[in-house]
């Protein structure tokens, strides 16, 4: 379980807040989609989760765990139950495919030199089996973005976080995308993807944290509505 706690967020060298007062919990295998519009403070709260950036105010509880409470030297070995996907992909553009894949195996210690069953299965699930000897400029974003997928629950992280990965895809391929967070969310797995598009991720079964800045008084208000 994810527990934010009255959390505050201002960057002090510009002064801004980015995230007021949020207070929230998401539960294990939850699928949550964070919207709201471009300085919402949706990647802020990403960043928050994966211990790149610390609250101003309040507590982030991870399984009970205050993250606060992690020291400097133990923050790779808490990132490793967190997989992540990222708008720009990320992938090695001298790395095939499977050699992409199989890096996140081999940093967590399972790597292997030898056909690797699990990431055949991945590549088969998300469609791209023919495509594994590939360099990613040899593939379309959907695809990049799929592959950026497998590699990031390669590992079986309890905990899958995306900041705006559809951002570069077209319509279609976002919808595809969106569509496999959702069965990834429903093999256990908890997703919380951050994004502006709501309208790709119609029909799924998720729960929206809507995070909306008044314009008025600067305000942060969170509606929470069933996707
Ligand atoms: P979103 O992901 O919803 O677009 P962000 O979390 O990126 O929103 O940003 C929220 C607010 O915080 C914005 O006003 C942004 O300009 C500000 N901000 C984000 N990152 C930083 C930073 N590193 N330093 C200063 N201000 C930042």
Do not use: W
């Not at 949550?32 to 950036?53: D, F, N, W, Y």
């Not at 101003?56 to 490793?80: A, C, F």
């Amino acid at each position: 379980m994810i527990t934010f706690k009255n959390v505050t967020k201002c960057y002090e060298d510009t002064q801004t807040y980015a995230i007021r007062n949020f207070s929230e919990t998401i539960e294990d295998g939850e699928f949550v989609l964070l919207t709201g519009e471009s300085g919402a403070g949706k990647s802020t709260l990403i960043r928050l989760l994966l211990k790149e950036i610390e609250p101003t105010l309040g507590r982030i509880l991870v399984d009970g765990r205050d993250l606060s409470s992690i020291e400097g030297r133990k923050i790779p070995l808490y990132r490793r139950q967190i997989g992540v996907v990222f708008q720009d992909f990320r992938l090695l553009p001298d790395h095939t495919v499977y050699e992409n894949i199989n890096l996140a195996r081999m940093i967590a210690g399972s790597g292997r030199n030898k056909e690797d069953k699990k990431i055949s299965y991945l590549l088969s699930l998300f469609g791209l089996d023919t495509l594994f000897k590939r360099y990613p400029r040899e593939l379309s974003g959907g695809q990049m973005q799929k592959v950026c997928l497998a590699r990031a629950i390669v590992n079986d992280p309890p905990i899958l976080l995306a900041d705006e990965p559809t951002g570069n895809l077209d319509r279609g391929a976002s919808v595809e995308i969106m569509r496999l967070f959702e069965l990834i969310a429903g093999r256990g797995t908890t997703v919380i993807v951050a994004t502006h598009d709501v309208d790709t991720a119609a029909g799924l079964c998720c729960r929206q944290i809507a995070i909306d800045r008044d314009a008025r008084d600067h305000a942060y208000v969170y509606q929470k509505t069933q996707a």
